[in-house]
């Protein structure tokens, strides 16, 4: 017997020495009665005793909505004609109709959801079966065996209990044996890897107790869950983009939030990752709220929520500011994006705080992020800057190398005025390439990882990239951003040198200082992609007439070329053409050389555009004159001084 708790001991020991967690934590026993999944049987009757009130009346509604929309006015007989990508419409109109029903008890919503559970359960083909398509019906299909329980007749609920049982085997194969990619540790930070084990967790709710293999369901999606934790971005940040942001994270949360009365909130309340994860959306939106910026593979919209998320956050850290946004987003939308998990997470005695009080940028270190605002007014501009390892240095620091929605773009900088963009990149590009964003080639060569339809950190993991960590500065009314950007590029074109600075002034003016040492004779390309509205007056662009913003390109007398361009990119599912200007730089030969962009507003209108007063290449210094006033910047030294 004491061999046995010394060798019990010794296993919680190494378990503790591998993973952040506490032998034993999780009482998964607590799972008795039903429901189970998100609410029990005391917090159920108190939702349904809010569904008049405001903002209940409105989620309800909005669930009762999404789910007609979902689904369709006649429910599928079999699930022949859904992939993996469309089968999760009738999954998630599941789940609304089963939410719908035991919130309002209507009766056409619980035999639709009888009827559509019936069509899942008879089918046992979800999709490919081992991806996201099939973790939403897992998912769903587990909720409605749960919240519709006693509604069931004792064959509907053997065929959803044998149905879940044979999704959640697939499932958990694939975690224990790391045969499939979202399950290898590629796939630790992509959404796919907390989609499917999410629903391998909720599975094993719904049948613990009934199914015995519901424990090790449970503990191979919690010893997963906790590898993913602390890789996950300290400082909120996502490196996939705000769309793909709020779709991993809602379902990090669908999670947390099923297994907390097992495990509690502990390991989210200690997390970096969603301390500060509200502040990055909060940074992220662009002036207005209603849109954010675009990076890697993300839209200017969330792909879900984000209220429902923020609502989340801010009810588990008591956090005003993402109450605020929730709120705010939500009624920009007209509350069209909410869904059922509002109804159940938000917590009304949070109350929100707009973020008029607080700092107009963010420094996000991990991704080497700056966002960066004139203020929190609906017109305001909005600048950003990317420049760091590109699935962060934290995850490379544990040698986690996970591509697919990332872009060969570190350096890259864009300039918003309210929503529109007035300096961007391409969007959600179907192919991967570096000139797709306003960063340099060398022979039209761009960064690692570019060239196809998913970003590939195969060269990063070879060890054949070298990223450095950009120097963050700040001072009164700046922001200053040094990167050395030549080791991200191949060997056989990475130049000696490729120093990018930005300096960022009241959020409104931004300087862009770019000084390369090639190693060889080589053209070098610097595309700007600016608005297509954007026209050429003199030696500049005016990038939005009547309303004062222009740019000046440096570039030691290069050849300037400016152009309309058009690109497939992919948005929201659907591949559609995205249209610019294209202000395009080509430099040939081998000595060292430097350029500046300015984007600001001159003194006298973007039609009279010249900013820079005088460059010093060899001081590396220059003097600009916005209508914000005159400013000496010394690139060296990162320091901007009001003259």
């Avoid at 939308?333 to 607080?358: A, C, E, H, N, T």
């Avoid at 990317?386 to 570190?410: C, R, T, V, W």
Wanted: charged share 20%; net charge positive.
């Amino acid at each position: 017997m004491r061999l046995r708790s010394s060798i019990i001991a010794l296993f919680c020991f190494l378990v503790f020495s591998a993973i952040p967690v506490t032998c034993g934590a999780a009482n998964y026993s607590v799972f008795k009665e039903r429901p189970r999944l998100y609410f029990n049987k005391a917090k159920l009757e108190s939702l349904r005793s809010l569904k008049g009130d405001l903002p209940y009346s409105s989620f309800i509604r909005n669930v009762a909505v999404r789910a007609r929309g979902l689904v369709g006015n006649r429910v599928p007989n079999n699930l022949v004609r859904f992939n993996s990508n469309t089968l999760r419409r009738p999954a998630d109109g599941l789940v609304n109709l089963a939410f719908h029903y035991v919130i309002t008890g209507d009766r056409s919503s619980l035999l639709t959801a009888q009827d559509l559970l019936r069509a899942f359960c008879s089918d046992e083909k979800w999709g490919d079966n081992n991806d996201i398509g099939a973790a939403h019906s897992l998912f769903a299909v587990s909720l409605a065996y749960d919240w519709l329980y006693a509604d069931l007749s004792s064959a509907l609920r053997l065929m959803a209990r044998d149905a879940i049982g044979y999704h959640a085997e697939i499932f958990y194969n694939h975690l224990k044996k790391k045969d499939i990619w979202w399950a290898q540790s590629r796939g630790l930070l992509q959404n796919h890897n907390y989609v499917n084990t999410a629903a391998l967790a909720v599975a094993g709710v719904a049948l613990y107790g009934q199914d015995s293999r519901s424990v090790k369901w449970l503990n191979t999606a919690e010893k997963n869950f906790d590898v993913v934790l602390p890789l996950l971005s300290p400082d909120g940040s996502s490196h996939e983009g705000v769309g793909y942001w709020s779709y991993g994270t809602l379902w990090l949360l669908n999670y947390y939030m099923a297994v907390a009365p097992a495990q509690g909130m502990g390991k989210v309340e200690s997390s970096p990752f969603f301390k500060n994860t509200a502040k990055f959306r909060l940074y992220a939106s662009l002036p207005g709220f209603k849109y954010n910026v675009d990076y890697a593979d993300s839209p200017m919209v969330d792909y879900k929520g984000p209220a429902v998320i923020l609502r989340c956050l801010a009810s588990i850290f008591k956090d005003g500011h993402a109450q605020w946004l929730a709120t705010k987003v939500e009624g920009l939308k007209r509350g069209r994006s909410s869904l059922w998990q509002d109804f159940v997470w938000i917590s009304p005695d949070v109350k929100p705080i707009s973020p008029d009080g607080l700092p107009t940028f963010a420094w996000f270190d991990n991704l080497g992020l700056l966002l960066s605002r004139s203020s929190w007014k609906d017109d305001a501009s909005l600048a950003l800057f990317k420049a760091g390892a590109p699935q962060g240095f934290l995850a490379q620091s544990k040698n986690i190398y996970a591509g697919s929605h990332i872009h060969p773009d570190e350096g890259h900088y864009g300039f918003w005025l309210g929503w529109k963009g007035l300096v961007l990149d391409d969007g959600y590009v179907l192919k991967k390439f570096s000139i797709s964003h306003n960063v340099l080639t060398f022979n039209k060569i761009g960064q690692l990882g570019e060239g196809g339809t998913w970003f590939e950190l195969f060269d990063y993991k070879k060890g054949r990239g070298k990223t450095i960590r950009p120097k963050f500065k700040s001072g009164d009314k700046f922001q200053a951003v040094e990167a050395e950007l030549s080791g991200y590029y191949p060997k056989n074109v990475r130049p000696k040198s490729w120093k990018r600075t930005v300096i960022v002034i009241g959020g409104a003016e931004m300087i862009i200082r770019d000084k390369v040492v090639p190693f060889g004779n080589f053209e070098v390309r610097y595309p700007i992609h600016v608005t297509r509205k954007a026209r050429k007056f003199g030696d500049g662009l005016c990038l939005d007439y009547g309303k004062g913003y222009a740019l000046n390109l440096d570039n030691g007398g290069g050849d300037l070329s400016f152009k309309r361009f058009s690109i497939l990119t992919k948005s929201m599912g659907k591949d559609i053409p995205r249209g610019g200007m294209n202000y395009l730089s080509k430099m040939s030969g081998s000595a060292p050389f430097s350029m500046l962009t300015i984007i600001g507003r001159p003194v006298n209108g973007c039609a009279e555009n010249k900013m820079v007063e005088e460059y010093n290449r060899a001081q590396d210094t220059a003097i600009v004159v916005f209508k914000s006033g005159r400013f000496k910047i010394n690139f060296s030294s990162l320091t901007v001084d009001e003259i």
